[in-house]
């Protein structure tokens, strides 16, 4: 069988070699190689200052972030005898106390005293909030030694006083916070002051040069400090101990309701300069959107069971005593999340307990005459009376 001859490819002709590589066609074919470099660098290199200023804003969000933890959890107060005096808790799930300082210090001291002290039992689930203050001169034992209780904070620093409200209320404190003077107005001021319903008038030199008429007003920083500083009343430090409770209460309304969520943590970021606590920035904000919409006025509230007099000197210092056995009662029903049914002033306590909204209702003379109302207590006996 006759072979079919293999057929050759066709070649161009010689002259259309000489018009394929002509020096035009070779100019062209590397001018669009040229751009096609030029469009994968332009790529590339979009591709990286995207990368790169990534990579900025991450690094400066994780510099600002451990900036402002750095304040918040400042190590010269949160320290690590303090971390392992506190408890574990999850500031969104389960009910824990937290202690709240008020103190004297100055900025660069290192030795100063707690000026008011307050126990607070927070609830997450059922958003509700428990206030316990503790008269500055209650007596107490530390480290062998008899003294008023916001001294310890002179001998031995935050984790001192967490020990000493600790042991004296038996319960375990997860949490700590503390601001001084200085700080509470600065605070007040960031916040564009805070609204307070005033029940007495406060004329006192002493906590400050400004005269507070009673009623619902906005009070900036230097009003709020002489506020909750004054104690020219007749049952002196417990109806400064109740209006630094209104002002907590009127605080937390603030912060909780009338806050955007989105402000959050730049409010954290303004609070970094003025509170020191060992919670995180997460658990601040975690915590303040599990709380928030809660009704501040029915935040329950008293002080400890105690009584000062002619027979709590001691080597010639007046102290605070306290009813030992009615405070175990109060701090168990605290304790199980229910009406404390303590004191709002110096006594035993009763079969009631206030709301910081009843605080707000009563004139000082009030509750020192054994005069003032409770809401919740009106309510009960309507209840009682209808069935």
Known sequence: MKKKPVQESRRPSIGAVSRIYSRENVSRYSERARQRRRRRAVRRGILLSVVGVLACAVTAAGVWVGSIAGKLNNNSVITSGLLETLTDSNVTKDPFYMLLLGTDGRPGETSYRADSIVLARIDPIEKQVTLISIPRDTKVEYQGETMKINAVHTYGAAAGMVEAVSDLCGVDISHYAEISFDGMVQLVDALGGVEVNVP?????????????????????????????????????????????????????????????????????????????????????????????????????????????????????????????????????????????????????????????????????????????TIASSEAESEETESE
């Open 200 to 372: 007495d008038k406060i004329d006192d030199p002493k906590a400050g040069d400004m005269v507070i008429e009673p009623g619902l007003q906005t009070l900036d920083g230097a009003s709020a400090l002489a506020f909750c500083r004054s104690r020219a009343f007749v049952d002196g430090d417990y109806t400064r101990m109740r209006h630094q409770r209104i002002f907590l209460s009127a605080l937390a309304n603030a912060i909780l309701n009338k806050v955007d969520a989105s402000n959050l943590v730049g409010l954290v970021n303004s609070l970094s300069d003025m509170v020191v606590t060992d919670l995180s920035i997460q658990d601040i904000v975690a915590l303040a959107n599990s709380m928030r919409g809660m009704d501040t006025d029915n935040i329950w509230t008293a002080n400890l069971p105690s009584w000062a007099g002619e027979d709590t000197y001691i080597d010639g210092v007046s102290y605070v005593f306290v009813y030992e056995d009615e405070l175990a009662e109060m701090m168990e029903r605290v304790n199980n999340g229910e009406n404390p049914k303590g004191p709002q002033t110096m006594g035993q306590g009763g079969d009631d307990s206030a709301t910081t909204g009843d605080l707000v209702s009563n004139e000082s003379s009030d509750w020192s005459n054994g005069t003032a």
